[in-house]
Every structure is written in structure tokens, then in C-alpha cells.
């Protein structure tokens, strides 16, 4: 048993230690613990950039039901998060299969997969803002010119505005996803597909009955990593759109950045909403927590049930 | 068919369906790249692939008179620092956290687990601002880098796995020769940390030469300050922004080369640090 003593001794003997955390420690209290705790303690209040300071307990949380931006936004965010996953997995996989046969070239193929996770977000949703210019991009000079379409796309429309979005995620996102599936593949042992092989499967049913089984518990991991990352993202979407036309992108990290800071040329509030953004922040990061674990629920009974 | 053709076949639509996707995800970079040395009505007709005659003085205005040269710079000295504060703090935790027993221990463990799987995403930024301006850094780039550096818990728990998979003896002995928990870190263990040290500083280079969100937010009122991120995609708010196309390309071509450059001499890094990176427990 411990005696406060004993406690008090071993603290003393490694102090050196607590020495070497220290500034990891300053760190995950001022950029991690501190922020946080400023939200769970400004959401109960009415806080703006006029200087109002006021507690208010939760009647933040009563304005956010009603909010319809914010349930737009929420809209948005599920649309965005489960259209890139659909999108980026299956095409991942795919890429990871491909390459992870033995063919000459294939390391170039996964190098060039995968550089687009390099390069700035917000860079490269400037450069794609180009390409899929309605009057002189790149992606409708193209498609007319194949005969595919008769008049140029607006690509940045209240029908399209989303698809585009999600385009450029996947451009950036497939090549990351495709490096998890690969390691998972290289960890199916050989000896199985050859044993198969001698009972006769094919290229088809070996991918069947054995590949995707096997790769059950590692597209479980991708798909929890795609579906945060998915919540998370917002940076694209704001320099790509601005979260418009009328609000059409607008997922709950951006609204909540427009709460929270001006913004360049898509306008933001005029008074800076500090309390209600945290409310939103809180609530942001409670449904997206709640998904998460209901998702893990649900993998893993799937993943006991087969 | 014959197993011969069918194998050619095979392979032929292997490699042309490869190519297809390897063109789409090079194109936007190469767009980038190449419009940077096409006038301006090149790029805004569209249409051609590379430039009638390159026009490399866009790279020497957007250097000189868009003011990428201080932006390079500051770029430059925010991944310095944030990388090599990232690399001390993040190996010093891990080495704590993996191989010493002390009171409170789990607690802070936990504490950076956590960091790893709750997101605030922007709102963050709101009281870290406030903070700066409470300290009087707001002027300066010194709060995008600490924040850049942030918590790390993912690189701590990637050096930690890297650690657990050195021989304790190595600690054990240098223990007996008398070595403070300090000099077994710095002298025994630091050295053998150099590859996993490598993929964290990869990483964490990659993650401020690319910050555009905290940059543009703390260089609001402080063009001068700008990193290359804001600087670019300021050239699309500009005034003067539609007629600009080959400048904002030029900027943008700026801001990729380096990291493409550094991609092309470490891709194994960076591809093996995300798969290690990722199985979590």
C-alpha cells in the first residue's frame, strides 16, 4: 500500500522526468486542454464581437435547434462525409488490388497515387477553382470537346456546386486510403491464394472469398479514418467555394469558422457570434463523436456476425 | 483466345486504365506547373497543353512584385521552427510516456490519446487568438507555430510505438553505468530514433508548409507575415484577381514545387509513416 509519503517520495525521484514532459506538457494544455475548456465555458454564454458577455445559460442550444443554417449545414456535412467515403474507398481498393499484383512500374503508379496527400488543400482547391471554370476550364473544354456535353456545366451552380466539391476530396483523398489497403493486402500470406489456386479459384473468386474477407478488419479502420477525416474537412470547401451558392456546401466546420472569424471574399457574419459558435463547436464535435462510436458498434457486431 | 493474347490483353487494359488515373491525378498539378509559364490569354482561351513560348518572367513578378519572395521566406522559417520544436517535444514525451514509470503516467497518456480523436476543427482558433493578443505575439508569426506544433499526439504515439520496439537492456545498462533518465534519452535511445525522427520531421514540415487555415487567420491584418498558402490563394480574392490567371498559377507553382521536390527524394517516408501512423492500440 501507498502512503501519501510514498507518493510524495516517488514524484521527488523522478523529477527529471517531469522536467522532460514539461514542454510537451505546455503544449497539450495551452493548444489542446485550454481551447477546449474556453468552449465548454463561452457556449453558456451570449459572447460577440461587440463586447457582450452574458450568461445565458442554454438558451445557445435552443437558438441552434431552430437555426436552419445550421441543420443545413448538418445536411451538408453527412452528404459530403458519406459521398466522399462511397467514392473514395471503393476506387482506393481498387488501385491497392491493381498495384499490389507484380507488374513492371507499379512503384512509379503508387508514388504518383499517392502524391496529391503532399500538396496544400487550399492550394489545390484554387488551382482545381481554375480547371473547373464554367467559361474557360479545363474539365468543359473537354467534355464538349469529346461531344459529351452540348453547352458548358456551371460546376459551381446550387445542383453541381456539391459534386464538384466532392471531386476534388476525392482527388486528394484516394491516394492515402489506397496506402492503408496496400499495407493490408501485403499482410495476406501467399500461401493462401496458392492453396486456392489448386482447389481451382480464379482471379474473380480469389478477390471474392478470400481478398475482401481477409481485408475486413483493415477497410473497418479505413472506413472510421475516412469518416472522421470526412467530418473534419472544410478547408477545400472554403477556398473552393466559400461553402456556396446559398449556403448549398456549407458543412458545420465552415459555418462554424464564419461564426467565429471574417472571411475573405465570401462575406461571414458581421458580428463575430463567439458564444453560439462554441455552442455549435460543442454540438459539431458531440454528433460527430456519437457517429463514430455508433459506427464502431455496428463494425464490430458485422465483424462478429461474419 | 490463346493464354498468350489473353495475357496481353490483360495487361494491356491494366496498364491503360493505369494510366488514365495517373493522368487525372497529375493533370491539376501539371496545370499548375505549366500555366505558370503561359500568358495570360493562354490560359484564359484554354485549350493548349503547354505554353506557345514559356514565359518565365510571371515567376520573376509574382516574386518580386506579388511579394512571394517574403512569403517564401516566411513559410521557410515557420516549417524551420515548427519542425524542430515538433521532432524535441514529441520524441522527449514518448520517451517519458514508453519507457519510465511515474505517478500520473496514464492519465497524461490518455490525455494525448484523446487529442487524437476529438476535433474542434476552427473554433480552436478563436480563444488561441484571444491568447495571442492577451501575450502580444499576435504581431508575429511565432502563434502559427506553436500551434502548428500543437499537442503531437500522433507523432508521440509514433515514436512510442517505435520506441516499445527497442531492447529495454539498452536503458538497463546505461542505467548501471550511472545514466540519468536525461542521458539514457539523449545518448542511448536519441540515436536510434534517427528513421522514426525522419518521418515525424517529414510529416510535421508537411503539415506547416501546407497550414492555410491558422496562417490566414493570424496574418489577417499582417500581409507581410503571409506564408506561400495565403499568399496564393489571396491572388484569388485579389482585385485584379480574373485577369490573372498565369500569376496565380506562377504562385501556386511556387508553393507546390518544394514539397513535390521533397516528395520525390522521400516518398518511401511518407508513405510508410501514414500506415504506421495509423493502427491505433
Same mark, same amino acid.
Given at each position: 500500500m501507498k502512503t501519501k509519503s510514498g507518493l510524495w517520495n516517488s514524484i521527488l525521484e523522478n523529477r527529471v522526468i517531469y522536467l522532460m514532459l514539461l514542454p510537451g506538457l505546455f503544449f497539450l494544455v495551452v493548444f489542446a486542454l485550454y481551447p477546449i475548456s474556453w468552449i465548454m465555458k463561452n457556449m453558456f454564454y451570449h459572447y460577440t464581437s461587440y463586447g457582450d458577455y452574458d450568461f445565458i445559460g442554454l438558451q445557445n442550444f435552443a437558438k441552434l435547434v431552430t437555426d436552419s443554417m445550421f441543420w443545413n449545414a448538418v445536411l451538408n456535412t453527412v452528404i459530403y462525409a458519406i459521398g466522399k467515403m462511397v467514392l473514395t474507398i471503393p476506387i482506393a481498393f481498387l488501385l @491497392? #488490388? /491493381? !498495384?499490389? $499484383?507484380k507488374f513492371r512500374g507499379r512503384m512509379i503508379f503508387r508514388t504518383v497515387f499517392f502524391m496529391p496527400t503532399i500538396i496544400s488543400v487550399s492550394v489545390m482547391s484554387m488551382v482545381f477553382y481554375l480547371i473547373f471554370n464554367p467559361y474557360n476550364g479545363t474539365v468543359n473544354q473537354m467534355l464538349m470537346q469529346l461531344g459529351l456535353i452540348a453547352r458548358p456545366i456551371n460546376w459551381f451552380d446550387g445542383k453541381m456546386s456539391m459534386t464538384t466539391v466532392l471531386l476534388v476530396a476525392i482527388w486528394g483523398a484516394v491516394g492515402n486510403y489506397m496506402i492503408y489497403f496496400l499495407s493490408g493486402l501485403q499482410t495476406i500470406p501467399r500461401d493462401v491464394y496458392e492453396s486456392a489456386e489448386i482447389d481451382g479459384a480464379t482471379g474473380w473468386a480469389k478477390l471474392r472469398y478470400i481478398t475482401i474477407p481477409m481485408m475486413a478488419p483493415i477497410t473497418q479502420m479505413v472506413v472510421m479514418l475516412a469518416l472522421t477525416q470526412a467530418f473534419k474537412d472544410y478547408e477545400n470547401i472554403l477556398v473552393l467555394t466559400g461553402g456556396g451558392p446559398n449556403g448549398k456546401t456549407e458543412v458545420l466546420y465552415l459555418y462554424i469558422y464564419r461564426l467565429l472569424f471574417p472571411m475573405g471574399d465570401a462575406g461571414g457574419a458581421t458580428v463575430l457570434q463567439y458564444g453560439y459558435g462554441s455552442a455549435v463547436s460543442f @454540438? $459539431? @464535435? /458531440? !454528433? /460527430?463523436? /456519437?457517429? $463514430?462510436?455508433? #459506427? !464502431?458498434?455496428?463494425?464490430?457486431?458485422?465483424s462478429e456476425t461474419y | 483466345m490463346d493464354p498468350k493474347a489473353k495475357k496481353f490483353t490483360k495487361k494491356t487494359v491494366l496498364y491503360v486504365t493505369l494510366a488514365i488515373c495517373a493522368v487525372v491525378t497529375i493533370y491539376p498539378v501539371f496545370y499548375a506547373l505549366v500555366g505558370g509559364l503561359k500568358t495570360n490569354m493562354e490560359m484564359l482561351a484554354g485549350g493548349t497543353l503547354l505554353p506557345k513560348e514559356p514565359q518565365f518572367q510571371n515567376y520573376k513578378t509574382v516574386w518580386e512584385k506579388a511579394n512571394f519572395a517574403q512569403y517564401t521566406m516566411n513559410s521557410l522559417?515557420?516549417?524551420?521552427?515548427?519542425?524542430?520544436?515538433a521532432v524535441i517535444i514529441s520524441a522527449l514525451t514518448a520517451y517519458c510516456l514508453e519507457r519510465r514509470k511515474f505517478p500520473g503516467r496514464k492519465v497524461i497518456y490518455s490525455l494525448y490519446m484523446a487529442t487524437m480523436f476529438i476535433a474542434l476543427g476552427s473554433v480552436t482558433l478563436r480563444p488561441l487568438y484571444l491568447l495571442a493578443v492577451k501575450v502580444n505575439l499576435h504581431n508575429t508569426l511565432w502563434p502559427v507555430i506553436l500551434i502548428n506544433i500543437g499537442a503531437q499526439g500522433t507523432n508521440i504515439f509514433l515514436i512510442t510505438k517505435f520506441i516499445s520496439g527497442l531492447p529495454k537492456e539498452l536503458d538497463e545498462a546505461a542505467m548501471l553505468d550511472g545514466c540519468g533518465p536525461f542521458r539514457i534519452f539523449w545518448n542511448v535511445l536519441l540515436p536510434l530514433l534517427k528513421p522514426i525522427m525522419a518521418v515525424v520531421a517529414l510529416f510535421q514540415f508537411r503539415h506547416t508548409w501546407n497550414d492555410y487555415i491558422t496562417s490566414s487567420v493570424f496574418t489577417m491584418t499582417q500581409p507581410q507575415l503571409r506564408p506561400l498558402t495565403v499568399g496564393v490563394v489571396q491572388l484569388k480574392y485579389g482585385a485584379s484577381a480574373a485577369a490573372e490567371w498565369h500569376l496565380m498559377m506562377a504562385g501556386a507553382a511556387i508553393s507546390i514545387l518544394p514539397m513535390l521536390l521533397i516528395y520525390c527524394i522521400c516518398n518511401k517516408y511518407f508513405m510508410t509513416g501514414v500506415v504506421d501512423g495509423s493502427v491505433k492500440g
Open positions: @491497392a #488490388y /491493381v !498495384l499490389n $499484383t @454540438a $459539431t @464535435a /458531440v !454528433l /460527430v463523436g /456519437v457517429i $463514430t462510436i455508433f #459506427y !464502431l458498434r455496428w463494425s464490430k457486431r458485422m | 522559417f515557420m516549417c524551420f521552427f515548427s519542425t524542430l520544436g
